[in-house]
């Protein structure tokens, strides 16, 4: 998987054995992990220099800030989810921590299926704020698409693939099953082609056929009957022409 679907996390934990075996986990999960922050300053400082999609972060740590005052310096900066790693839970800290609106807690130790939860948790309460966008569910009741400004979020076994919408070229219906194609891979999603339009609802995401909607800025050249979006030649039906056209500026 290119890195830049990979999902960008930043660890913050001063306990080098614990920072180690964590940042290992989330790499064999799939994630990147952008670097590993002991003090809450040079969280701070990786935090803008690294893409970073959501942060793992010791409520007790060294330094000048604990973990609490170093995710409030970060969101000052910008908005991410947060998962709060402790093994305090006296109430003081805990209304502490809630102020920073955490997405999720995970328990000292961690256990790898909490880990896979509280992450699944973080993404889903981050749409929850930004703001909400609807999401569809799988057989099992768990969300397959979501989507955070102008990524989309897709739950691939254990984790989230971060997919830019930029990149989409294309998606194909299959019955009730609709295909992503991007320049650089294909992605396949138990949902139907309607259900993924309604949810994106981006302007320039335009329905050609029933099976196909198109980036309209990926068109190279068409026809009346066909779309050419690099190698693939896809049907322009009659009844989507006219919405087609209007993508347009006729001068």
Same mark, same amino acid.
Not at 105 to 125: C, D, V
Not at 218 to 245: A, H, T, W, Y
């Given at each position: 998987?290119?890195?830049?679907?990979?999902?960008?996390?930043?660890?913050?934990?001063?306990?080098?054995?614990?920072?180690?075996?964590?940042?290992? #986990?989330?790499?064999?999960?799939?994630?990147?992990?952008?670097?590993?922050?002991?003090?809450?300053?040079?969280?701070?400082?990786?935090?803008?220099?690294?893409?970073?999609? /959501?942060?793992?972060?010791?409520?007790?740590?060294?330094?000048?800030?604990?973990?609490?005052?170093?995710?409030?310096?970060?969101?000052?900066?910008?908005?991410?989810?947060?998962?709060? /790693?402790?093994? %305090?839970?006296?109430?003081?800290?805990?209304?502490?921590?809630?102020?920073?609106?955490?997405?999720?807690?995970?328990?000292?130790?961690? *256990? %790898?299926? #909490?880990?896979?939860?509280? +992450?699944?948790?973080?993404?889903?309460?981050?749409?929850?704020?930004?703001?909400?966008?609807?999401?569809?569910?799988?057989?099992?009741?768990?969300?397959? =698409?979501?989507?955070?400004?102008?990524?989309?979020?897709?739950?691939?076994?254990?984790?989230? +693939?971060?997919?830019?919408?930029?990149? =989409?070229?294309?998606?194909?219906?299959?019955?009730?099953?609709?295909?992503?194609?991007?320049?650089?891979?294909?992605?396949?999603?138990? =949902?139907? %082609?309607?259900?993924?339009?309604?949810?994106? #609802?981006?302007?320039?995401?335009?329905?050609?056929?029933?099976?196909?909607?198109?980036?309209?800025?990926?068109?190279?050249?068409?026809?009346?009957?066909?779309? #050419? +979006?690099?190698? *693939?030649?896809?049907?322009?039906?009659?009844?989507?022409?006219?919405?087609?056209?209007?993508?347009?500026?006729?001068?």
């Amino acid at each position: 998987m290119k890195t830049a679907e990979r999902m960008h996390i930043l660890v913050v934990e001063d306990e080098p054995i614990l920072a180690m075996d964590l940042s290992d #986990s989330l790499e064999e999960e799939g994630y990147c992990v952008v670097g590993v922050a002991t003090n809450g300053h040079k969280a701070l400082d990786l935090f803008r220099s690294q893409p970073v999609d /959501l942060v793992l972060c010791d409520v007790m740590i060294k330094g000048d800030w604990d973990g609490i005052e170093t995710i409030r310096q970060l969101m000052a900066e910008r908005p991410v989810p947060v998962i709060y /790693l402790t093994a %305090l839970t006296d109430t003081d800290t805990l209304e502490r921590a809630k102020q920073t609106y955490p997405a999720a807690y995970l328990n000292k130790p961690y *256990q %790898l299926p #909490s880990l896979r939860t509280a +992450i699944e948790l973080a993404i889903h309460n981050a749409t929850m704020r930004t703001p909400p966008t609807p999401t569809e569910r799988d057989g099992n009741g768990r969300e397959t =698409l979501l989507q955070i400004n102008n990524y989309l979020y897709i739950k691939q076994n254990y984790q989230f +693939i971060r997919i830019n919408l930029n990149d =989409l070229l294309y998606l194909e219906a299959d019955n009730t099953y609709t295909k992503l194609v991007t320049s650089g891979r294909k992605y396949m999603l138990r =949902l139907t %082609l309607s259900s993924i339009l309604e949810r994106i #609802s981006q302007p320039w995401l335009v329905r050609i056929h029933r099976s196909y909607a198109i980036n309209i800025n990926s068109v190279e050249s068409f026809n009346d009957v066909e779309v #050419s +979006i690099g190698p *693939q030649l896809l049907p322009l039906s009659r009844s989507c022409k006219d919405d087609f056209m209007r993508q347009f500026l006729y001068r």
